[in-house]
């Protein structure tokens, strides 16, 4: 709550609070300055400066973030200066090489999210191939369905028949004829009474 003492009195509290604990947990918003009442914001390094200036420093091992994120443990400490380095350094190198690895794991996220990228937009390119593929199907199915079609299939089948004079089975080959193109042209009607062929007199 010093964050709400001017600059002055936040020291003074500190002070006190260092008079009769030996171990302190502490936490000041460093970010909030819009609030009205805020006097003192400062970053966790100030904070860490003047506690240090009372002999009180940051306990390494000890996670306050359940509390704030800037939550801090500061303990009395009488080691030797090389002792406090040695925690300091062994928190550096901790977080130090958890940064590294997170930021190479970005790294590779990324690749891996661009090959993604890519076998989506590939995929999609033959989905749309299909989809072009069966309304062509459609539209072939729709054209030999059609009786345009099945005209043009009679056509096909005169052109192979022999025309010449047949002195006794012309007028049978006729009639065949007729019949076979009804039935191309409508199949649908071709067991009606009603497109039965009389027979020629």
């Known amino acids: 709550v010093l964050e709400h003492l001017p600059a002055k009195d936040g020291e003074a509290a500190i002070e006190n609070l260092c008079r009769f604990s030996d171990d302190i947990l502490f936490s000041s918003t460093p970010f ?16 860490v400066y003047k506690f240090a200036q009372q002999g009180f420093f940051r306990d390494v091992d000890f996670d306050g973030s359940f509390i704030t994120p800037w939550a801090i443990r500061f303990r009395r400490r009488k080691e030797p200066v090389h002792r406090l380095i040695r925690e300091y350094e ?14 190479s794991l970005i790294g590779e996220m990324r690749v891996q999210l661009k090959q993604t990228d890519s076998m989506v937009e590939q995929v ?17 199915e729709d054209i030999l369905q059609s009786r345009s079609w099945r005209a043009l299939q009679c056509l096909q089948k005169l052109r192979h028949l022999d025309f010449s004079p047949l002195p006794r089975f012309e007028p049978f080959v006729f009639s065949t004829t007729k019949k076979e193109i009804k039935d191309e042209l409508f199949p649908e009607v ?8 009389k027979p020629d007199k």
């Open 190 to 197: 071709k067991d009606k009474d009603s497109f039965h062929e």
């Open 32 to 47: 909030d300055y819009k609030e009205a009442t805020h006097y003192n914001v400062q970053p966790p390094s100030y904070w």
């Open 124 to 140: 999609n390119q033959m989905v749309e191939q299909i989809h072009q593929l069966q309304l062509r199907n459609a539209q072939l």
């Open 90 to 103: 062994r928190g550096f190198w901790l977080l130090w090489k958890e940064n590294t690895d997170l930021r």
